[in-house]
């Protein structure tokens, strides 16, 4: 929704019913989880994105989606579905070992985050990237005698108008308004759109990219595409198994989800999905060193 669509919403409705529209127009960012509206007022429905100054064009959803999410035990409160392997699983681990493209894992696993709040999955998946990366490292307020990115500071850098800490704990964040956040850091940052990219190129930039350890592919995905529940996402992406052609997703919400494998035809479903803020597909941002 645009600030002027919500605007004109929140212009017509009442008090109860316009806070009911700003929750929800903030959870359908990037990973905020959507509120249970209390209001007795008659539902509104927000009007539509606008006035778009892309040329990208829109995306048809999916007509399948993954299994109900009812099968596998997780290490979190929810249970996996069974269309996803865990990480944990003997299957998982040994898909691990086996794969060619793993060597995104082991620097990103050393530096996992769980996000400090439901709206942070941008934030905790960029500081994995930014300190496995091995990339020159800030002051911290956290440990003050040990330099480190930490979700805490993460923003000191960044323009506030591109994005701020109040805003993101409440919104999250889409996948330029990351892309452009993440300039301000000495790395090399390239956003993909899914609705720019085919299955095959998709897979294939999962594959490369998790090929090394001085790039991270950060997927932007909603959860429901792979059988989850839950609406957008953010998580690094750590490796690529082309027997099973699936990708391990490291999930920052472990309180949530545990590391799982995903089909990556289902995580490509997932990346087309609309983000209802930007009014445009989701996708992947990789960040990597710069040269020289």
Same mark, same amino acid.
């Not at 100054?53 to 829109?58: E, I």
């Not at 920052?252 to 035809?265: E, F």
């Given at each position: 929704?645009?600030?002027?669509?919500?605007?004109?919403?929140?212009?017509?409705?009442?008090?109860?019913?316009?806070?009911?529209?700003?929750?929800?127009?903030?959870?359908?960012?990037?990973?905020?989880?959507?509120?249970?509206?209390?209001?007795?007022?008659?539902?509104?429905?927000?009007?539509?994105?606008?006035?778009?100054?892309?040329?990208?064009?829109?995306?048809?959803?999916?007509?399948?989606?993954?299994?109900?999410?009812?099968?596998?035990?997780?290490?979190?409160?929810?249970?996996?579905?069974?269309?996803?392997?865990?990480?944990?699983?003997?299957?998982?681990?040994?898909?691990?070992? /086996?794969?060619?493209?793993?060597?995104?894992?082991?620097?990103?696993?050393?530096?996992?985050?769980?996000?400090?709040?439901?709206?942070?999955?941008?934030?905790?998946?960029?500081?994995?990237?930014?300190?496995?990366?091995?990339?020159?490292?800030?002051?911290?307020?956290?440990?003050?005698?040990?330099?480190?990115?930490?979700?805490?500071?993460?923003?000191?850098?960044?323009?506030?108008? +591109?994005?701020?800490?109040?805003?993101?704990?409440?919104?999250?964040?889409?996948?330029?308004?990351?892309?452009?956040?993440?300039?301000?850091?000495?790395?090399?940052?390239?956003?993909?759109?899914?609705?720019?990219?085919?299955?095959?190129?998709?897979?294939?930039?999962?594959?490369?990219?998790?090929?090394?350890?001085?790039?991270?592919?950060?997927?932007?995905?909603?959860?429901?595409?792979?059988?989850?529940?839950?609406? /957008?996402?953010?998580?690094?992406?750590?490796?690529?198994?082309?027997?099973?052609?699936?990708?391990?997703?490291?999930?920052?919400?472990?309180?949530?989800?545990?590391?799982?494998?995903?089909? +990556?035809?289902?995580?490509?479903?997932?990346?087309?999905?609309?983000?209802?803020?930007?009014?445009?597909?989701?996708? +992947?941002?990789?960040?990597?060193?710069?040269? /020289?």
């Amino acid at each position: 929704m645009s600030r002027y669509s919500l605007k004109r919403t929140v212009g017509r409705a009442s008090r109860p019913t316009w806070i009911a529209v700003l929750l929800m127009t903030a959870a359908l960012a990037a990973c905020a989880p959507a509120p249970v509206a209390t209001s007795q007022a008659p539902s509104q429905t927000a009007s539509p994105v606008a006035n778009q100054t892309t040329t990208q064009k829109s995306v048809a959803q999916p007509s399948t989606q993954a299994p109900p999410a009812t099968v596998q035990s997780a290490d979190g409160p929810l249970p996996v579905p069974s269309n996803l392997v865990a990480l944990a699983q003997p299957a998982g681990q040994k898909r691990l070992i /086996g794969a060619a493209a793993n060597q995104s894992y082991w620097p990103l696993s050393q530096y996992f985050e769980t996000q400090r709040n439901e709206a942070y999955c941008s934030v905790a998946t960029s500081v994995m990237a930014l300190n496995a990366l091995g990339i020159r490292r800030p002051a911290s307020t956290l440990y003050p005698d040990f330099p480190y990115f930490s979700q805490e500071d993460f923003f000191r850098g960044v323009d506030p108008q +591109v994005a701020n800490a109040a805003r993101v704990s409440h919104e999250g964040m889409t996948l330029d308004q990351l892309g452009e956040a993440l300039n301000a850091f000495p790395v090399v940052v390239q956003p993909y759109h899914a609705a720019d990219l085919t299955l095959a190129q998709f897979r294939d930039l999962i594959r490369e990219t998790t090929r090394r350890g001085d790039r991270f592919a950060l997927l932007n995905f909603r959860r429901v595409e792979i059988g989850e529940t839950g609406g /957008g996402h953010w998580s690094p992406l750590a490796a690529y198994d082309a027997a099973s052609d699936s990708a391990l997703l490291l999930d920052v919400a472990r309180y949530k989800y545990p590391a799982v494998w995903v089909p +990556v035809a289902q995580l490509y479903a997932a990346a087309l999905a609309v983000d209802n803020v930007s009014g445009l597909s989701r996708g +992947v941002v990789v960040i990597g060193k710069r040269q /020289g």
